[in-house]
């Protein structure tokens, strides 16, 4: 009981990192139907442009301003890295053959990725000690400062995303081109804004997620996108990619069967176990479990 | 041996609660050009996606020259000698036209699969043979000239005279047309007209859907009206011309000829 | 135009079989890498070029068949030629058991269930399921190529081992094109409802690519082995099949294309050394560039191969 407690709890925190990335690439695909590999190394990025702005610009301050201050920049500029990213790698892409833009993609992550390794080094950087390390002994079970911060912000978030989303004007524009972007067009919608703003909102929730894993794992490597980006991915597909809160749902399952698999089994089995489920969900209902069935018209 | 006849009794095909095909009975004799009309929306297209294996219809049976065929998939229904065309021309657009029509060969070429990987005598006079057979169809379609270019850069007409030399080239023994003379000029929609007469010649029995009226009226012995779904009369052009329910239904709410 | 391929094949096939006698080992060893990597690449654009599957787990296969040599050398003392029949059987078989329940999937789910597939396969090996795959350090020490008790020990022999299957595969995909089951493949890609409607049984052909494809890179995973005489899991990690995949979407699924993409992810890397860092960062850079530059790939593949007797003399140019 104390082993299912106490990974209930990790795999909400790691669940809510993951429904925060998994949203940039729901996002991405729901408008442009483009898996966005570069995503996952967007948001490894976060987490050294974190780094940076936490030495270089506050002054290694840990202070709750200072804090707010590192989330908010690195969200600015990973934001600004998003936008350009659509409109040199992805927007000429638009009307060519759906796999050019799928190695776009991959040339994206490819280049991003070892970015980070050419500006800050192979080697794994310590991310800084933001939130203090407080914990609270629940029984046998240990919850820590950093992972209530994580859940409750996450969920602030996504909820503030839903909202935004199902109430607002730019909300309904955002829902109106994922049905049907040459009707949304003609409606008088400018996709190409819509698309940007999909890639800001994406974006600065991926940098989020970024610092939280710095935040949790502390060490972060240039190359660990690839891993995060890859389980996000999955966890937006297990909620039906293009389904916004199919990813919040699909993340949470993630980390919460990621949790208990390291819980009761073996971590070095994770990456398997987590891919099988994949397949499986896939085979058995290939749309994901808020996915829509689609028809092809003939 | 069963007669060549394809009898829908019943069937019924709905798509969550819209009933697109609603109860249809009708009955293709051998030799046969049958035509199915209606408005828009009626559920004419349905109609051939069920006898096809697109789609599988709820209720009713297919039964074609004494077999059920409700429920097979469309490459079996293929080899039972059904074929069709589409409505929203389908062709293998990128490559060449010869190849196109190549394709509906497939189902007659004796090569298996090993034969991707190695080929053997008998697999290239099989191959050989083929070809030949597509020479027959490019000349029997007019198509020769454009053997060699790709289907995407060819006009409309020509595109619709490629699918049904692809069609025939499965040598059918009921060939299924969707439209055939949507979006052909007068010319082509004769030259359309004469095709037609002449796969019947070879004896093959002619299922069509057309919105064309002139063009329904001279080429079917027999039709099938369709509205909503629903049966609301069959006979010979000159009794549906008649009918007082498709007058009503159909040439009453479409005065336009082009439509 | 098909003219120029004609000599333009016969030119390759003379200039690869004179090459490594005019190379030094370590240049040796960079043109083999180069054949093994087009043996797979080209058997990935049966799956993906062909056929229009995205499939990004082609390294599984690639490692299946390493692995099977490997571990019937190692273990079972078999030469490293008499594995060939094993490695190019295990991962067909495998081909066809992975596919069969995923080939319906569409597009991107594919391409997912795929990549799947190659990160469970690489964890498998790591964690030395069964105690065969040697776990993280994989298995070394096979022995070198030998035949009718003759052991060629040098370099030139593995070349032209790695030339010879090179010289297979380029045989079977030409095979295939002038076939049912490689024209079927073609009409499967451009529509597949088309292709069912006459009569083309999509699950059978989708599968069968899957083997073919996989039986060829599985080829290829022992001539990797004995090239290294080493398997380990790393070399058959999902970023390889990413290569794989954008080789042949960057270079357009043809075999030129094919070639020039192999020749630029893995020769130049070698010839430009001292950028060693910068590689992927550029490959990344080039990969984006090339996209945008050239939607349809470098070499786009063509089709048209139809016999002479076809084309008329009336024939106003297409």
């Known amino acids: 009981m104390d082993i299912f407690l106490q990974q209930l709890a990790n795999g909400l925190t790691i669940g809510s990192m993951f429904a925060l990335v998994a949203l940039g690439y729901t996002m991405v695909y729901g408008v442009m139907r483009l898996i966005n590999f570069a995503h996952g190394d967007m948001v490894a990025a976060a987490a050294f442009v974190g780094l940076t702005v936490y030495t270089q610009i506050m002054g290694e301050a840990t202070s709750l301003g200072a804090v707010i201050m590192i989330f908010l920049l690195t969200a600015i500029v990973m934001a600004c890295i998003g936008v350009v990213l659509e409109r040199l790698a992805y927007r000429p892409l638009r009307t060519a053959p759906r796999l050019s833009a799928v190695v776009s993609a991959l040339g994206a992550s490819l280049m991003i990725q070892n970015g980070i390794m050419l500006v800050w080094g192979p080697q794994m950087r310590i991310f800084p000690e933001l939130v203090p390390q407080v914990y609270w002994n629940l029984g046998n079970v240990v919850i820590s400062l950093i992972q209530v911060v994580i859940l409750l912000l996450s969920l602030v978030l996504m909820v503030a995303l839903y909202l935004f989303i199902e109430k607002t004007r730019m909300g309904a524009a955002i829902r109106a081109s994922s049905i049907d972007q040459d009707a949304a067009r003609l409606m008088g919608i400018n996709v190409n804004r819509v698309i940007a703003l999909i890639f800001i909102i994406g974006s600065s929730l991926g940098a989020v997620g970024g610092l939280f894993i710095g935040l949790y794992y502390r060490g972060i490597t240039f190359n660990m996108g690839w891993q995060y980006g890859l389980y996000a991915f999955v966890a937006a597909i297990i909620g039906g990619i293009g389904n916004i809160p199919g990813a919040m749902l699909g993340g949470m399952l993630l980390g919460l069967f990621n949790a208990f698999i390291a819980g009761y089994i073996s971590s070095t089995w994770a990456d398997a176990f987590t891919f099988i489920l994949l397949i499986a969900i896939l085979v058995i209902r290939p749309t994901g479990i808020l996915g829509e069935r689609v028809a092809e018209k003939v | 041996m069963a007669r060549n006849e394809l009898i829908l009794n019943g069937v019924t095909k709905r798509f969550g609660g819209l009933t697109a095909v609603d109860d249809l009975t009708l009955k293709v004799e051998e030799g046969q050009i049958y035509g199915v009309i209606g408005p828009n929306g009626a559920g004419k297209t349905t109609v051939f996606n069920c006898i096809t294996g697109i789609y599988k219809s709820e209720e009713g049976s297919i039964n074609w020259r004494g077999k059920e065929i409700r429920g097979m998939t469309p490459y079996q229904i293929v080899r039972r000698g059904i074929v069709r065309t589409f409505q929203t021309i389908r062709l293998f657009s990128e490559m060449s036209v010869a190849e196109n029509i190549m394709s509906g060969r497939h189902i007659k070429s004796r090569q298996r699969w090993w034969h991707g990987i190695v080929h053997t005598p008998a697999s290239r006079r099989d191959e050989r043979e083929n070809w030949k057979r597509v020479e027959q169809q490019l000349d029997f379609f007019n198509l020769s000239e454009f053997a060699a270019t790709p289907t995407n850069s060819l006009p409309y007409g020509i595109q619709r005279r490629v699918e049904m030399a692809r069609a025939m080239a499965v040598e059918p023994t009921l060939l299924i047309l969707d439209e055939p003379a949507a979006g052909l000029n007068d010319k082509e929609t004769l030259e359309l007209l004469q095709t037609i007469f002449r796969i019947r010649e070879q004896g093959v029995t002619v299922l069509l859907i057309e919105h064309d009226m002139d063009m329904v009226m001279e080429a079917t012995d027999y039709l099938t009206v369709l509205n909503f779904g629903k049966k609301i009369a069959e006979g010979t052009p000159d009794e549906i011309q008649e009918h007082p329910d498709v007058i009503e239904a159909y040439l009453g709410s479409e005065h336009d000829d082009d439509e | ?318």
């Open chain 3, 1 to 318: 135009m098909q003219q120029i391929q004609r000599y333009g094949y016969i030119l390759f096939i003379a200039v690869m079989a004179i090459l490594p006698n005019l190379l030094n080992s370590r240049w040796q060893a960079v043109a083999i890498t180069f054949l093994i990597f087009t043996i797979v690449a080209l058997s990935q654009d049966i799956v993906l070029g062909k056929c229009g599957m995205f499939n990004m787990g082609q390294a599984l296969f690639f490692g299946m068949g390493a692995y099977a040599t490997a571990i019937l050398n190692s273990t079972y003392g078999w030469p490293i030629l008499a594995t060939i029949p094993v490695a190019i059987l295990v991962p067909a078989l495998f081909g066809v058991l992975l596919a069969g329940p995923i080939v319906h999937l569409r597009g991107d789910y594919l391409l997912v269930t795929t990549i799947g597939f190659n990160i469970v396969f690489v964890q498998v090996v790591q964690n030395n399921l069964g105690g065969i795959t040697g776990g993280p350090n994989g298995i070394f020490g096979l022995d070198s190529l030998s035949l009718f008790g003759t052991t060629f020990l040098s370099q030139l022999s593995v070349y032209y081992f790695a030339f010879a299957i090179l010289l297979a595969t380029l045989w079977i995909m030409h095979n295939l094109d002038a076939s049912r089951a490689g024209r079927a493949l073609h009409y499967l890609r451009e529509d597949q409802l088309a292709a069912e409607s006459i009569g083309i049984n999509s699950r059978f052909y989708k599968i069968f690519a899957f083997a073919l494809s996989a039986g060829i890179a599985g080829m290829a995973g022992t001539v990797y082995a004995t090239q290294y005489s080493a398997v380990s899991p790393e070399g058959f990690n999902f970023i390889q099949s990413v290569l794989f995949f954008s080789i042949v979407i960057v270079g357009g699924s043809s075999v030129p294309g094919i070639l020039i993409g192999v020749f630029v992810m893995f020769v130049l890397p070698e010839i430009f050394r001292e950028f060693a860092t910068w590689r992927f960062f550029i490959f990344g850079f080039a990969m984006i560039l090339a996209m945008v530059l050239r939607p349809r790939g470098i070499w786009p593949a063509r089709f048209g191969r139809i016999p002479k007797f076809l084309i008329k003399e009336s024939n106003h140019g297409t």
